[in-house]
């Protein structure tokens, strides 16, 4: 059984910082791409960065350079540094990972940015 467990998120003013961290159980974590989804209300839940168990990264055009993922597998953790945050990034965040075609998502941190 996999879960994942999301912490980090909170109220931050536009142009601030926060640290999003995936805490996961089970020896696959390190060797599975960790991804970074948001939803916002009304909206779609989109990704937002993705991170390979080598450490490559993608990020969705509306976050490349100012957000950053980064894994530590000795403590099956995965980090999602928001900076320079704007309005538009309020939403719940997500982890998220495939394992054997089944989806496992953590219960989502809550991020709101003020203007």
């Known amino acids: 059984q996999v879960q994942l467990v999301e912490s980090g998120g909170g109220l931050v003013q536009a142009g601030g910082s926060l640290r999003l961290s995936c805490a996961a159980s089970?020896?696959?974590?390190?060797?599975?791409?960790i991804n970074w989804h948001r939803q916002a209300p009304g909206k779609q839940r989109e990704l937002v960065a993705s991170?390979?168990?080598?450490?490559?990264?993608n990020y969705a055009d509306s976050v490349k350079g100012r957000f950053t993922i980064s894994r530590d597998n000795v403590k099956n953790t995965v980090y999602l540094r928001m900076n320079s945050l704007k309005p538009e990034d309020t939403a719940v965040y997500y982890c998220?990972?495939?394992?054997?075609?089944?989806?496992?998502w953590g219960q989502g941190t809550q991020v709101t940015v003020s203007s």
């Open positions: 998220n990972l495939r394992l054997f075609a089944v989806d496992y």
């Open positions: 991170i390979t168990s080598g450490g490559s990264t």
């Open positions: 089970g020896s696959i974590f390190s060797i599975k791409t």
